[in-house]
Each structure stands twice: as structure tokens, then as C-alpha cells.
């Protein structure tokens, strides 16, 4: 502080005042009296000067890293590729298609060839990954293994201050997040001067820094984000995992901006008579304070306890809230407009223009409660219009979730919308099918499904705006290019692998292949169709799904199945209702109800079962390299449980990728 002391207030007024004007103002300023001021001024400046210069640059780094991610992902999906193409025609698993008696097809019902190599249940996993393949993996190789397990390890649940149960993702995501808050750490303090004297330039970088960030804030956070989805191959809910822990790093980088510029004014300012009343009343502060309010408001209304406890109030400050500090932030500071600019541009093209004039349509959408008593079933007939690229008459693609309106339900919720999983398979691409059903699964918990739930008991039909589809396709396609695929789904987590099994295991070329299993009315009268189910058509080493469920009550859930006989077009009732017993495949080849008919509730063994998937049967050799993919829809336990499993046969050398499938704000 000493050098302080030599420093006139009047030059330390008029620095600071600089550090609130435009960089060229800044710079043709300093050009002009640099020499004249006192090596503190000048080291001030230069630091503002260098600041002005440098954070641009972190938006760039950031477009190259995700560019440089999509292109490793691609080169490794190319990788992979040609290691099916180079592998010998034994090794890879047999997927010839076999036709039923109507037009919907079955892909691979063959089962591969038989072989005993040896392996058994009571194989030591590191015998088993020498045998199978019959080659021994080089020590590069098993380290690889060994890296990629730890990486798809997810550790248990910490106990958090701000939420119920703080549920960590995966090793992976939480590395790549703890190198993101690194990237912004370097960008806080590199080249910057750790000194009382200086902690005006920490607080006007850390303000710089925050504003840079908001653009990509708002990308995390856009409903329509196909183009980074697709480069990155992050889904929905990873997205939003980077959204949240930006945002409470913008909060941390808030905070700082704040509190440095308070301690400035003590140092600079307060020496020459004013009162911090004095500087909190000047407009550019005023517009400043209130800003810093706003996104405090909006951090604390999204911590876990008050998102979970007051969901609608969450989504309300998020748009008022938001909407405020961006206004209050473009008349703080003249180098934070580019940014608010950026972010309300993304946000007005992902609401305003894509949603509202693109991707929203109307209908007339039947209301029914499953048997559970706790489950609604939205279902409405989607006419396609091929020519359309946007939106539902578009059609959709297995895995895509659309976003919900019901505006009938009252006043508060014609401006809300909420996130579903498709649960009825994809409509054909290849066929001009003129409309194809659509299925919606909502399972009540708080709040707007709840509201539903009451809504449904007393009307049967209703009007519904859905936005959509969304997601990106890179769940599907690694389902589609897999050798094997093991879907697993946890309650309502049906509605997410369902359509995945549909695309993978049947091809269907009209809306008449489809039996339909729920209740409808026919000329007045209530109508139950008569389904004999039969899933042996299916090669259970090369395909398989897992529902896990509370009990056999649920089955309810799943009203659409693929036909396995001729449809009959002499019948004079309607498609969806039919007077004789049909055959239809079943898609789910494992069960499991965890509540007892005695009320006992008993869990699965969820990693025997999926290990024993994995290797197969004992006499049945299963190359290890063959690709296989994992799909999993639940509970975060249910998820835990597969994500750990996955990544104790990856150490062993099975080649698998797993993808989670989740909805959450």
C-alpha cells in the first residue's frame, strides 16, 4: 500500500472511471498520458488494456475444443467401423432378416453359431479376457481398459447443502467439467497481478469473464441445440449438467466482481471523501447491483431443494428474473452488450423463432389413467407432411422427447412446458404413411404431472400444443450400427428404450402392422383387444430389453407392438381394434416386478443380470471386440448400478459403450 500513497486521488478516480468506458476509448487514453502517470496507474491500466484483449479469446478456445471433441468422436465411430468391415466373416454376429407373415419385418432371428471356448460363470475375468477372441490383450491395450473403466465409473451420491441427494455423473463428465472450471481458473487470474493494489483489475477481469460466459449459458440451455448435440454427441439432460455448474460458476465469478469492486472503492475512491452511499447511487452501479440481484435470485431459486419444493416458481424466475439482468446488464458496462446481444440472440432464435413460428403444433390429445392410478397415457394421431422439415408432421426418430402444453388445465399453465419422452416407436421414413400415433407416458409426481393426473379424472380429451421433436440421434444410431444392444429401462424409463428396441427389431411399412393393446371405445362400447404376446422370434445373445418395475400393472404402459401375422383389411373395425386374438412380438424379453404379490418389495440383481447378457452362454463363444451397445432409463440407483457394471467388463475387455437417458432441470 505504500506505492498507494504516492498516488494522486484525482489519477485514481480517472482510472477508474476508464475501466468503464469502451477499449478503444480505453486504449486512446492510455496512449495519450501513459508516460505521465505513476507506475501503479500505468500498471492499472495496462491490466485493463490486457483484459480487453484477452477474454475475447476464450469463445474461440471454446469453438475449437468442441470441434476437436466431435472430430475425435467421429474419427472413433470411423475406427470402429472399419474394425467390423476388417473383422472375419465368423466372428461377426449373425444378422440375417427374416420375414413374418405380414409386412413387418424381424431383423436378425438367427441365432450365431455355437461354440465352447471354455468360459464359464466360474472363469477368472482375466482368463476370460485371454480366451475369448483367443488372443491375449497387449499391455497398451489393457491400460486403455483400465483408463476408459475409470472414466465410466460413477461414484456414490454425496451429501450436498443445496439439494436431497447430490448424484455425481460419471468420472468422464465430471473430468471434463473439472477441466472446463480450470479453463475459466486460467482465464481468471493468468497474467494478472496478485496484490491489494491491483484487486480492481481481479474484479474487472472476473466481471469481463462473466459476461463472456453468458452466450454459452444460453447454448447449454437451449431447447433446440441440435447443431452442438450433434457435434458433441451430448444428450438433453448432459447438457444441462454443464448448464447448472456454469452457472453457479458465473455466480462465484459474480460474487468476486462485486466484492473487488467494493474493496477498489475503499482503496481508490473512499480516500478522497465520497461514501460508499455515494458510490452505490451512481446509475451504472444501480444497473450493476441490480443485475448481480437478478442472478442471485435465479441461483437460489435453483438449488435442489427450492427446484424440487417449487417447481413452477423456478421456471417463472427463470424468465423474469433472466430477462431483467440481461436488460440491467447491456446499461451496466458497453463491453458487456456484444455478449447480451449474443445470448438474447440465442435465446429469441431458440424460443421466439424456432419454437413458437417452427416447431410447435396443435392437438387433440386423449387423456387416459393407467391401472396404476398414478399414470397418465397422452395419446393423439400425428398427421405427416414429408414435405415438412420441422416440427411433429415432420415425424420423429426413436429417443426424441417433445416439450408439453396443456393451456385447458388453468391460467398458469398456458405459458408452461414440459420435456417428455416420445414412448410410441418412430413413424417409418422410407413409407407414405399419411399419420402415425403418438404416445406420451407421464408419471405423476409433483406439480404440473400431478395437476394432469387430477385434470384427466375428469376429461377425456383435451387441447395440446407439443414443441418438437428434440435430441439428437446419436442414441439411435450407435443402437443401429451396434452389434449387440441391451436396452434397460427402470418404471417409466420404458418410455425411452421402447422405441429404440421398435427401430432396431422392426421394420414396419404401414400404421396396420401396429396391434394396439389399449382400451378404446368402439360404437360406444369398451373395447379390450385380445393380444397373444410372443418374443421367441428374437436372438436374445444379440438383443435384449430389461424392464424393471414396481409390478405387472405397468404393462399398461406399453399399448403399441408390432404385428406377426397378415393385417386384415376385410374386418370393418377400426385399425386398433380387433374381434379375434392377434400375434404380436414382444419386444421386452426381461421382466421384473419388485413388488411382491405380499407387498414385499424385491429388487433385481441388476449387474448379474447384465453380465450374464454380456457373456453369454457358457457353450456360446461371443468375440469380446464386438460392439456393444448399452441403453439405460431410470432411477439414478437403477443408473449407478449399470454405469458401474458397464465399466467393470469394459476393465476386462469388453468392448462397450453405454448411453444414459434421462430427463432433469
Known amino acids: ?8 486521488p484525482a489519477e485514481l478516480r480517472a482510472v477508474f472511471k476508464l475501466s468503464l468506458l ?26 485493463i488494456l490486457f483484459s480487453r484483449r484477452f477474454v475475447p479469446s476464450y469463445l474461440l478456445v471454446l469453438v475449437i475444443t468442441v470441434l476437436l471433441w466431435g472430430l475425435i468422436k467421429r474419427a472413433k465411430v470411423y475406427i470402429s467401423r472399419r474394425g467390423r468391415k476388417s473383422r472375419p466373416q ?25 461354440k465352447s471356448d471354455g468360459v464359464s460363470e466360474d472363469t477368472p475375468l482375466l482368463a476370460e479376457a485371454q480366451l475369448s477372441g483367443g488372443r491375449r490383450r497387449s499391455t497398451p491395450l489393457r491400460a486403455w481398459h483400465k483408463i476408459r473403466s475409470l472414466l465410466l465409473y460413477q461414484p456414490k451420491p454425496q451429501r ?120 452505490l447511487t451512481r446509475k451504472i452501479i444501480i444497473f450493476g447491483m441490480i443485475a448481480f440481484v437478478c442472478y442471485v435470485g435465479i441461483y437460489f431459486t435453483s438449488i435442489g431443494y427450492f427446484r424440487q419444493a417449487l417447481y413452477e416458481l423456478f421456471l417463472a424466475s427463470h424468465i423474469f428474473l433472466q430477462v431483467g439482468a440481461l436488460v440491467m446488464l447491456f ?57 415438412s422439415w420441422v416440427g411433429m408432421k415432420s415425424g420423429w426418430c426413436a429417443g426424441q422427447h417433445v416439450f408439453l402444453t396443456v393451456p385447458d388445465m388453468g391460467t398458469k399453465h398456458k405459458l408452461q412446458a414440459h420435456p417428455f419422452t416420445i414412448a410410441s416407436p418412430a413413424p417409418p421414413r422410407e413409407t407414405s404413411v399419411e399419420s402415425w400415433p403418438l404416445q406420451l407416458t407421464i408419471r405423476a409426481q409433483d406439480g404440473f404431472s400431478r395437476d394432469l393426473l387430477e385434470y384427466a379424472k375428469l376429461h377425456q380429451h383435451t387441447r395440446v400444443y407439443m414443441d418438437g421433436p428434440y435430441s439428437s440421434n446419436e442414441v439411435l444410431k450407435a443402437v443401429r ?32 402392422d401396429i396391434v394396439n393393446d389399449r382400451v378404446v371405445y368402439a360404437k360406444g362400447v369398451k373395447v379390450k383387444p385380445s393380444i397373444k404376446k410372443s418374443s421367441t422370434t428374437l436372438d436374445e445373445s444379440r438383443f435384449a430389453q430389461f424392464w ?69 452362454d457358457v457353450k456360446q463363444k461371443i468375440d469380446m471386440q464386438q460392439s456393444i451397445c448399452v441403453v439405460v432409463s431410470g432411477p ?30
Open 1 to 8: 500500500m505504500s506505492d498507494m500513497d504516492d498516488v494522486l
Open 22 to 47: 469502451p477499449y478503444d476509448v480505453i486504449l486512446a487514453a492510455a496512449e495519450e498520458g501513459d508516460r505521465k502517470r505513476p507506475p501503479v496507474l500505468r500498471t492499472l491500466v495496462e491490466s
Open 90 to 114: 465368423d466372428d461377426r454376429p449373425a444378422t440375417p432378416s427374416v420375414a413374418s407373415s405380414s409386412s413387418s419385418t424381424l431383423r436378425g432371428t438367427e441365432s450365431p453359431s455355437i
Open 160 to 279: 450436498s447443502l443445496t439439494a436431497p441427494k447430490n448424484t455425481l455423473p460419471a468420472n468422464e463428465s465430471t473430468l471434463v467439467i473439472l477441466l472446463f472450471l480450470g479453463l475459466n481458473l486460467f482465464y481468471l487470474f493468468y497474467n494478472m497481478p496478485l496484490s491489494r493494489a491491483m484487486v480492481f483489475t481481479l474484479a474487472d477481469r472476473a466481471g469481463l469473464l462473466f459476461v463472456a460466459n453468458l452466450p454459452v449459458l444460453y447454448k447449454f440451455a437451449a431447447k433446440n441445440n441440435e447443431p452442438l448435440q450433434w457435434i458433441t454427441g451430448w444428450s438433453y439432460e448432459g447438457l444441462n449438467i454443464f448448464h447448472r455448474r456454469l452457472g453457479e460458476w458465473m455466480t462465484v465469478a459474480a460474487v468476486v466482481h462485486v466484492i473487488g469492486m467494493v474493496v477498489a472503492f475503499y482503496d481508490l475512491i473512499a480516500p478522497s471523501g465520497y461514501t460508499l452511499g455515494w458510490y
Open 331 to 387: 446499461l451496466h458496462h458497453h463491453d458487456a452488450r456484444p455478449y447480451v446481444g449474443a445470448a438474447m440472440t440465442i435465446w429469441a432464435l431458440d424460443r421466439l423463432v424456432s419454437r413458437m413460428l417452427c416447431k410447435t403444433a396443435s392437438f387433440v390429445a386423449t387423456l387416459q389413467i393407467a391401472a396404476d392410478k398414478e399414470t397418465v397415457l397422452l395419446y393423439c394421431d400425428v398427421p405427416l407432411k414429408r414435405r
Open 481 to 512: 450400427r451396434s452389434d449387440r444392444v441391451c436396452l434397460i429401462a427402470g418404471g417409466s424409463g420404458i418410455a425411452v428404450t421402447y422405441p429404440f428396441a421398435w427401430d432396431r427389431e422392426v421394420k414396419s411399412s404401414s400404421a396396420k
Open 548 to 616: 424393471i418395475r414396481q409390478d405387472a400393472n405397468h404393462e399398461a404402459w406399453v399399448t403399441m407392438l408390432p404385428s406377426t401375422e397378415e393385417a386384415s383389411s376385410s374386418t370393418a373395425c377400426p385399425a386398433n381394434v380387433s374381434p379375434d386374438t392377434r400375434n404380436a412380438l414382444d419386444l421386452i424379453t426381461h421382466r421384473f416386478d419388485t413388488r411382491s404379490a405380499t407387498g414385499e418389495h424385491q429388487r433385481p440383481d441388476v449387474k448379474a443380470e447384465l453380465e450374464a447378457w454380456v457373456r453369454g
Open 636 to 665: 439414478d440407483g437403477l443408473v449407478k448400478d449399470v454405469q458401474n457394471t458397464v465399466a467393470s467388463l469394459v476393465r476386462v475387455g469388453w468392448n462397450i459403450d453405454i448411453h444414459v437417458e434421462k430427463f432433469g432441470w
